[in-house]
């Protein structure tokens, strides 16, 4: 699995995260310009981004780039997704994940379990 970590804040910690349930992915810190045209280009499977709010600066450049049928934000302010939430919008095919910075430790763990289920074909 390949994953691009965009977003504004917290960079580092978030691929920590990930690389910590995923020590076989490939993780790469960018941009959000260039994580997003990565993402288009199909050189990356999933985008993950972090945020105050969960959707402005963690999703913008991927919900002009890549479009909304392939963005959710999955914590914000005062509200995290649900696991059920969250693994309706990998089956939707959402590939780009935004959620606030204050959240990181508890949805990127049950975000890559998630994307886990799906790339081993049990969800």
Same mark, same amino acid.
Not at 59 to 84: N, Q, V
């Given at each position: 699995?390949?994953?691009?970590?965009?977003? #504004?804040?917290?960079? #580092?910690?978030?691929?920590?995260?990930?690389?910590?349930? =995923?020590?076989?992915?490939?993780?790469?810190?960018?941009?959000?310009?260039?994580?997003?045209?990565?993402?288009?280009?199909?050189?990356?499977?999933?985008?993950?981004?972090?945020?105050?709010?969960?959707?402005?600066?963690?999703?913008?450049?991927?919900?002009? =780039?890549?479009?909304?049928?392939?963005?959710?934000?999955?914590?914000?302010?005062?509200?995290?997704?649900?696991?059920?939430?969250?693994?309706?919008?990998?089956?939707?095919?959402?590939?780009?994940?935004?959620?606030?910075? #204050?959240?990181?430790? #508890?949805?990127?763990?049950? =975000?890559?379990?998630?994307?886990?289920?799906?790339?081993?074909?049990? =969800?």
């Amino acid at each position: 699995m390949k994953i691009v970590i965009g977003g #504004q804040i917290d960079k #580092q910690e978030i691929a920590a995260l990930v690389k910590a349930g =995923l020590p076989d992915a490939v993780v790469d810190i960018k941009n959000d310009l260039d994580a997003t045209m990565a993402m288009k280009k199909g050189s990356y499977d999933y985008y993950l981004g972090a945020c105050n709010t969960g959707g402005g600066g963690a999703l913008a450049m991927a919900l002009a =780039l890549l479009g909304k049928a392939k963005c959710a934000t999955i914590s914000m302010p005062g509200r995290i997704s649900s696991e059920k939430e969250i693994e309706d919008e990998v089956r939707s095919g959402k590939t780009a994940f935004g959620f606030t910075a #204050q959240h990181k430790d #508890q949805v990127v763990p049950l =975000l890559i379990e998630i994307l886990r289920k799906k790339e081993g074909g049990t =969800l």
